[in-house]
C-alpha cells in the first residue's frame, strides 16, 4: 500500500545523536495502559496542564491547530461551527472521548469541541492513526482524549480580550480522610465579530457557562470516583443564505467509575449517561435537536510476565434521538463490543495487537484489528511500523434527515499503514511518520449524503522538539495528499503544507513565546447555485506573540496576540476569522 521509500526516514539522521535519555511521559489511551510515550507503537501527543496553559490558546480546536497531523476549519470565531481534520480523515473521523467516556451529538456524528473550555481540561492525548480495534466506531483517523480537572488546590483565573472577551472560572477542592472533593465552576463571552460580511452586517457572539463537581473515595476495594458536568452556552451565527441564526447548546455528562489493582491484574469498570443538547433559533423557526448516550465500559489487565501484558474488555453503549424537529425514522440504536490485545516488549523488541468486534443493531458485525512492532536500532532510536482496519458508522442526520438523509448509507470503513522513525534524548525530540489510509464508502456530500467507492489519504509528519539552555524550540510539518479517487479532486478543506513552529524563552519570573502557522491552499468542494466548484482558498501564514509575568509564588498574569500582521483570511469559503486580538489573564494558585 505504502507508495514511499523507507530511505526518507533518513532525513532525521542528520539530526544530533549525542543526547541523553529524556524524561518519561506517559499515554494512557494509545493502548488504553500506562505506557511511556518512547515506547508506544502509535503516533501519540501528550499536553498536560503546564502545556496547555503555557500556550495560551483562545480555544480547543485553536490549541489542537498547532499539533503536527491536525488542521482545523472555522465557520466564523471562537464559539461559532470548527471542523477538526486528523490526518485528512473528515470530523466525524476522530473519536473524541472525555473522561475516558465517548462524546459527541448522535445526529451530527461529532464532537463540538469549540464548545469544551479548556480552563476544565488537565490533560489531552491527542492519538493520531487507527484506534478502532481498541475504541469501536468514529476512531478513524484517530482519537482526541480528554482529562478533565481534579482539583489539587484553589484556582482562580479571570480574562479580557478582543471583541469583547470576558472570563473567568474558580477551581476548589477538599481532602477529608480517603474522599477527596473538587469542584470547577466558569463563565465566558464574547461580542464577537461578524461572520458573513458579505451577506449579513452584524457582530457573532457567544456566551458559555460550566460547572463541574465531583468526588473520589478510595478503599481496599479500589477507588471509587463520580463527576458530573454542565456546559450550556449561545452562540449567534449567519447562515450561508446570509440570515441570522441563534443556537443554544446544552451538554450534560454523568460519570460513575471504578478501578481496583489486585496482584498483577486491574479492573476498571465505567458508568456513563451523555445528553447533548442543541436548538438553533432563526428569525421564524425553532429547531431542537437532543441525543442521549448510555454507555457501560469494562476492561481487565494482567501482568503475565514483566515483558507481557494482556488486556480484555466488554463496552456497550445505546444512542437515543430523544428530540428532533423534524421527528427522524428511526430514533435508537445500540452497540454490543467485546475486544482484547496484548504489549509485548522483548529485549529491544516491542509488540502490539488489538482485536475487536462490535455488533450494532443497525448494521450486524463489524469487525477491527491492529498490529504494531518496533526495534530500537540504538538507545535513542525507534524504527516500528503499524497496520490497523477501522470503521465509522452513518450519524442519524446522514441516515435520516427528511429530505436530505440517505438510509441506504454504509459504514465507512479503512486500511491503514503506518511507518516511523523516532529519536529521544533529553534535550531533542524528533519523529517522521509516513502514513497510507484507503477509506472505502466515504460519506460525502452537501445535499443528500452518499457513499464514495474510494478515497485515499497519503502523507508525512515531521515533529522537532530542542531544548537549548533557556530556549526551547517546537515545530510541526504536515504534508497531506487526500483525495476521492472516483472524481480524482481534492478533499475538502484539507491544505496540502503546514507548519507549526514555537520559540519559547524561560527566566527565572518571566516567560515569552513567538509563533508562526502556515497553511496552504484548499479545496473548497461543489457549489450548488454555480454549479461548479467553488475556488480554492488561499493558503496563510499567521505570527504570534505571548508573554507571561510571575508576580508572585501565587499570582501570574499572562498576554497574548495573535495575527500579529492583521492577516485577512478564511478556513472555510464565505466565512471570516478573527483579525489581530490580544488577550490578557490573571492567574492564583493556593497551596
Known sequence: MFKYSLAALAVTSLLPAAFADSIETITIYSSRQPLAVEQSLASVTVLEREDIVARQAADLPALLNQLPGVTIARDGGRGQNTGVFIRGGNTGHTLVLVDGVRTGSATLGQSSLSMIPLDLIERIEVIRGPRAAWYGSDALAGVIAITTRRQQRTEFNAGVGSYGLLETDLGVQHQQGDWQLHANLGYSRADGFDVQPALDLDKDGFWQRFARLGAAYQSELGQFHWHSHINSGRYDFDTAWGSEDRSAVLQRSHVLGWQHQWAETG????????????TTFGPDSRSPFSTARDEVNYQLNHRVQPALDLLLGANWYQEEVAKA???????????????????????????????????????????TWQLAAGYYVSEQWLLRVSRGT????????????????????????????EVALRFTGSRLQSELV?????VTNLIQGSEQAENVLLATVRGAEYSLGLALAQWQHQLAYTWLDARNEQTGEPLQRRPKH????????????????????????TFQGFDWNSMA??????????LGLGASYQLSPQWQLRAKLDNLTN??????????????????????QGF
Open 267 to 278: 479492573h476498571q469498570l465505567q458508568l456513563s449517561r451523555n445528553l447533548d443538547s442543541d
Open 434 to 438: 509516513l502514513f497510507d489510509r484507503e
Open 567 to 588: 492577516k485577512t483570511y478564511q478556513t472555510s469559503i464565505g466565512y471570516a476569522t478573527a483579525g489581530r486580538s490580544i488577550g490578557l489573564r490573571l492567574s492564583y
Open 498 to 521: 503546514s507548519i507549526n513552529l514555537r520559540s519559547g524563552w524561560q527566566g527565572e519570573q518571566w516567560q515569552a513565546f513567538a509563533t508562526l502557522d502556515y497553511q496552504s491552499a
Open 390 to 417: 477501522a470503521f465509522k458508522v452513518p450519524s442519524f442526520n446522514q441516515l435520516y434527515w427528511p429530505g436530505f438523509g440517505n438510509s441506504d448509507l454504509k459504514p465507512e470503513e479503512s486500511v491503514s499503514d
Open 325 to 367: 424537529a423534524p421527528a427522524y425514522e428511526e430514533s435508537k440504536r445500540n452497540n454490543r463490543a467485546l475486544f482484547a490485545g496484548f504489549n509485548y516488549q522483548p529485549a529491544d523488541w516491542l509488540f502490539e495487537a488489538a482485536a475487536r468486534q462490535d455488533r450494532f443493531s443497525q448494521y450486524g458485525k463489524e469487525h
Open 533 to 542: 466548484n467553488y475556488p480554492d482558498l488561499g493558503g496563510f501564514t499567521l
